[in-house]
């Protein structure tokens, strides 16, 4: 019987995404049971050629990886004692089966036996146990191993797979990650807040599966709790695979409001006039926020104090790094002291938010399409590396208008994206104006969107672009309620 892989070990093992093996399974493309695929249907659909050329595997998870800004994701096994754990569990299951085949065996040998005394009488028993004993030759026969059974055996040692009741979700934990910080990573949305484990925010019922503590916590679950099967998700790795029992948030309205002080790591030219702030946050006092939402920004100045509202820059799965992509703008307090060289490394900058329902639709696969002037990439980028982080959705478009010279700052990375995604479209605009050159991105992208009424547009820039750019998606055949725009 060929070996059967949940959704998130066959996505990996073939380098596409769970949302494409979904897809293929509601087209018909591919038979699934109870959400598990054969490897014999892998097979059939990924010839051994391809799977074993990791290439398209590899790239995808390089960019994924550099995708995150600071937060380079470093490939580690498990701790001794998990992988130890795992690696004993394997082989009782190997034990197992083995006294399986063993008992099996000895049932079809005596079965044999029983009927070689009566063929004499019947020629069909006769032909029956010539059936039977070609049948266990063939069983029995020694043929090679092959690659994906072996890449399948080898992914349960060191990886664990965590579904999440009631929402079906699945990942993957790897290396020393915690369940919480895996999930993060995967894109979902759990409910947390230290990361630490002194608040119990995460905490989540391990309804099936190991799990084993990697950290001390100050956080005390009750004697009621311990009976039921909670633990903190960011103080607990998974040993097996596991369900865990969570609620997620549906949308910034699950999001609670928080004021946290941060401290600047780096300022960053991205341009002549575009600079990066990378603000990070004490470890036991995170932000939790959605991609694409915004925080209000403050600094403590003789002269009174200086508040921005920006859009972050980076993705959920990093809470503690927060990236900001600012333009030079007298106007805007933040901004003009940035490029002032008033904020210096270490400083102290509060962080209150998060603030917009400029966010992806958690229960949607629909295509994407964005599109960015100049610094409103910054929530797009948000949103590309959340959207890759979840595998959810299979096909993006951007777009991106510079009005200025260094309006592209960022261009390599959409590049990557591009190459290292099939279903990955990048174009890049230029125009001084951005209310026509807003017009003339949408027309781009109305030719090469397959049907505009399928997708989710976002939009982010400047309020003339933005409202340029709205209008004409609409206009172009883009479901109203599903064109969002933020301006930047």
Not at 119 to 125: E, G, P, T
Not at 380 to 400: D, G, M, P, R, T
Not at 423 to 435: G, H, I, K, M, N
Not at 456 to 475: E, I, L, Q, Y
Request: some cysteine; hydrophobic content about 45%.
């Amino acid at each position: 019987m060929s070996q059967l892989l949940n959704l998130a070990r066959a996505a990996h093992l073939v380098g596409v995404t769970r949302g494409a093996l979904q897809r293929m399974i509601r087209a018909g493309e591919i038979e699934a049971l109870d959400g598990m695929i054969s490897v014999d249907e892998l097979l059939r659909l990924f010839p051994a050629a391809a799977i074993e050329d990791s290439g398209a595997l590899e790239r995808v998870t390089r960019i994924r990886e550099e995708s995150f800004g600071s937060r380079v994701r470093e490939r580690l096994l498990p701790s001794q004692e998990v992988l130890a754990q795992r690696l004993f569990a394997q082989s009782q299951e190997l034990a197992d089966l083995r006294r399986y085949l063993h008992a099996y065996h000895e049932l079809v040998v005596a079965t044999g036996e029983k009927l070689a005394g009566w063929s004499q009488q019947d020629m069909r028993i006769k032909a029956l146990q010539e059936f039977l004993d070609s049948g266990l030759k063939k069983v029995l026969a020694i043929e090679p191993a092959r690659t994906l059974d072996a890449m399948a055996n080898m992914l349960q040692v060191i990886s664990a797979q965590v579904t999440v009741r009631p929402s079906g979700r699945q990942f993957l934990v790897e290396g020393n990650d915690s369940i919480l910080q895996a999930g993060l990573k995967a894109g979902l949305r759990f409910s947390y807040g230290c990361g630490s484990g002194s608040c119990g925010l995460c905490k989540a019922r391990i309804v099936s599966g190991e799990v084993r503590q990697t950290q001390n916590s100050d956080y005390r679950l009750t004697e009621q709790e311990r009976q039921l099967g909670y633990a903190l998700l960011c103080t607990h790795t998974a040993v097996s695979d596991v369900v865990v029992e969570s609620l997620e948030a549906s949308g910034p309205a699950d999001i609670p409001a928080q004021d946290i002080v941060a401290t600047v790591r780096a300022v960053q030219s991205l341009g002549a006039d575009t600079r990066l702030l990378h603000l990070q946050t004490p470890r036991s006092n995170r932000l939790r926020f959605l991609a694409g939402q915004s925080v209000t920004l403050g600094l403590a100045r003789p002269g009174g104090d200086l508040e921005q509202t920006v859009a972050l820059a980076s993705c959920p799965c990093d809470e503690r790094n927060l990236h900001f992509h600012l333009a030079r703008e007298v106007a805007a307090p933040i901004s003009s002291e940035l490029f002032a060289d008033g904020i210096k490394v270490g400083d102290a900058v509060s962080v209150r938010g998060p603030l917009g329902d400029f966010v992806l639709d958690a229960e949607s696969a629909r295509p994407l399409i964005f599109a960015a002037c100049d610094t409103g990439f910054g929530p797009i980028k948000s949103l590309i590396e959340h959207a890759i982080a979840s595998e959810q959705v299979e096909k993006f478009a951007l777009y991106w208008l510079a009005t200025r010279q260094d309006g592209h700052y960022l261009a390599n990375q959409c590049r990557a994206w591009a190459a290292a995604f099939d279903q990955f479209f990048y174009d890049e605009l230029v125009d001084a104006d951005a209310v026509a050159g807003g017009r003339h991105l949408v027309e781009q992208a109305a030719r090469g969107a397959d049907a505009l009424p399928e997708c989710d547009v976002f939009v982010a820039g400047p309020a003339d672009f933005v409202a340029a750019a709205r209008a004409a998606f609409s206009a172009a055949g883009a479901a109203k309620d599903r064109v969002r725009g933020l301006l930047t």
